[in-house]
């Protein structure tokens, strides 16, 4: 490994060995940084995603990356009012930590976990005269209005648009993961040579095609029969789930259609409990998250996944989930926005079907036609695939972040 001779920051609320998306990506990218040579260093909390009752360790080195985690609240059960505690813990044991780290001629990467991370951490970089780089997984403060956050939708809201804006002004680049979320950041104001599209990856190296027969977990979960529709990752306030209720409901008398969620999230819980109401228990097998090493076989579970999306949300968030379904080779149902990041993707590349919000009929449809017809499934997969050895793969992905790092003026 040659000495690179630049050092890098990330900043994010989550990181290795948390097994969320956002943390995953990061400790991709941070430790392929280190490999090439890069100082890398990473301010986290000492939580986990999915268990709050964690603490980590407060300095720990994995793969060639400095982990420095300060320690912050941990009330996220509480509901909103423990989260913002946790998001403002954050706010200020990463300042301290960013202050103490940074130095004249490093990069700092913030992530928007917490929301409006970006505001820390550009008066950081102004102070120590560092190069900020905003990697923009969700737009904040609209997406806590869209999800019914009365004061973000008013003088608040618009207040923190305003810092955020300034934020990213300041940076030597935006990283946005998806041409809608760039379309709304020029809305914005900022300029569009400041924006970087850079989708999020799949580790299509770990993540392959595994034949329906070899997927050991089918027969773990008493699946071997059956035609899966699965759900991989957090189900959360952004994501419809009523769409594949009223689709189950019109297939329950289908004894051989299955619907598997595996993951958890805000909305998870509450879709459990719907389907025990609607006498659908039968229909619907939950799964908590699976470890890292068994996503291979956790993905090829399914027959077809599907995600979703609010339409008002498209540009916003970016169900990054996509990626890791297209490199398993499975299909992709996408209850979006027909004109959405993921429907505009799955359409250009023929790699599943697009379902409006609400359109429980048609996508009960959809899925008794792909069930019946194995060689159209089979051909939806490969193209997905497809895909992600084109574009989308870990390699190509971490390259193009090495080059775009590498292009910041010292």
């Known amino acids: 490994m040659k000495d690179h001779g630049r050092r890098i920051i990330f900043v994010n609320r989550f990181y290795h060995p948390d097994h969320s998306a956002t943390a995953q990506i990061l400790t991709d990218l941070a430790e392929a940084l280190a490999a090439a040579g890069w100082a890398v260093t990473v301010v986290t909390s000492r939580l986990c995603y999915d268990d709050p009752s964690v603490r980590l360790a407060d300095h720990d080195e994995c793969g060639g990356v400095a982990i420095h985690r300060v320690p912050t609240t941990s009330l996220g059960q509480m509901g909103v009012a423990g989260r913002l505690v946790d998001y403002c813990s954050f706010y200020v044991a990463a300042l301290v930590a960013l202050l103490r780290h940074a130095r004249r001629g490093d990069i700092i990467v913030a992530k928007t976990d917490p929301p409006l991370m970006s505001v820390i951490a550009a008066l950081v970089a102004r102070v120590r005269g560092a190069r900020l780089v ?10 806590a209005g ?5 004061a973000m939708r008013g003088p608040a809201g618009r207040a923190l648009r305003l810092l955020r804006n300034a934020s990213l002004r300041s940076a030597a680049i935006n990283v946005v993961i998806g041409e809608r979320m760039a379309e709304r950041l020029v809305a914005e104001g900022i300029a569009a040579n400041a924006i970087a599209v850079l989708p999020n990856w799949a580790d299509d190296e770990v993540i392959r095609p595994v034949a329906r027969a070899e997927v050991s977990l089918r027969r773990i979960w008493g699946l071997d029969h059956q035609f899966v529709v699965g759900y991989s ?9 009523d769409t594949i209720v009223k689709a189950a409901l019109l297939l329950r008398e289908r004894s051989d259609i299955v619907f598997l969620m595996i993951g958890g999230g805000h909305e998870s819980a ?6 025990q109401a609607a006498g659908l228990g039968d229909r619907f097998q939950f799964q908590p998250y699976q470890p890292r090493d068994l996503l291979v076989q956790s993905l090829a579970v399914a027959d077809v996944h599907w995600l979703s999306l609010y339409p008002a949300l498209e540009g916003l968030i ?7 379904i297209a490199a398993a080779g499975r299909p992709v149902i996408a209850i979006t926005d027909p004109d959405g990041e993921i429907a505009r993707i799955v359409d250009r590349e023929g790699c599943g079907i697009v379902v409006a919000p609400g ?11 792909l069930a019946g017809d194995p060689p159209r499934l089979a051909a939806m997969g490969r193209a997905g695939r497809a895909l992600i050895d084109r574009d989308n793969g870990r390699s ?3 390259a193009r972040w090495s080059a775009l790092l590498d292009s910041l003026p010292t």
């Open 270 to 275: 509450k879709l459990a409990t719907r389907v």
């Open 359 to 369: 359109e429980g009929a048609k996508l009960a449809r959809a899925i008794e036609a």
């Open 318 to 324: 970016v169900p990054s989930k996509f990626y890791g």
């Open 233 to 241: 990752g957090n189900l959360g306030r952004a994501h419809d789930s």
């Open 134 to 143: 905003n990697w923009l997984q969700d737009l904040y403060p609209e997406v």
């Open 146 to 150: 869209e999800l019914g956050v009365a």
């Open 396 to 398: 190509a992905s971490l």
